[in-house]
């Protein structure tokens, strides 16, 4: 078992940076591949990136290619989302979700490959 807690949401301005982290406990947090995803009031969740457990490989949504970047440190038990260059179309709760490295049936933006999931932060970026 594996519990997530989201948290460095808030307001910030077209242009500007957050950083989000998310924060681990409860199992061996370095075995989970780690994803971030957002939900806009009335829409469905989406994939914005992912990173493996070992932190060698990341991927990031095309929508949000470079601006935001996945990092983690498994000596602290959190994985980071650095978010640069916000846009108001980026307003959304964030979450984070933990799944097995060796998960084999579904990609890393599928988030039917996670099993654990946070509460969420709430990002709002205003023009």
């Known amino acids: 078992q594996v519990h997530l807690v989201e948290s460095g949401g808030g307001l910030v301005q077209a242009g500007g940076y957050l950083r989000l982290s998310c924060a681990a406990s409860?199992?061996?947090?370095?075995?989970?591949?780690m994803g971030w995803f957002r939900q806009a009031p009335g829409k469905e969740r989406e994939f914005v990136g992912a990173?493996?457990?070992?932190?060698?490989?990341?991927d990031v949504a095309g929508s949000v290619k470079g601006r935001f970047t996945v990092s983690r440190d498994n000596a602290k038990n959190t994985v980071y989302l650095q978010m640069n260059s916000l846009k108001p179309e980026d307003t959304a709760v964030y979450y984070c979700a933990a799944r097995p490295s060796g998960q084999p049936y579904y990609n890393d933006y599928d988030l039917r490959a996670y099993d654990y999931w946070g509460q969420g932060t709430q990002v709002t970026v205003s023009s």
């Open positions: 990173i493996s457990w070992s932190g060698g490989y990341t």
């Open positions: 409860g199992s061996t947090f370095s075995r989970y591949n």
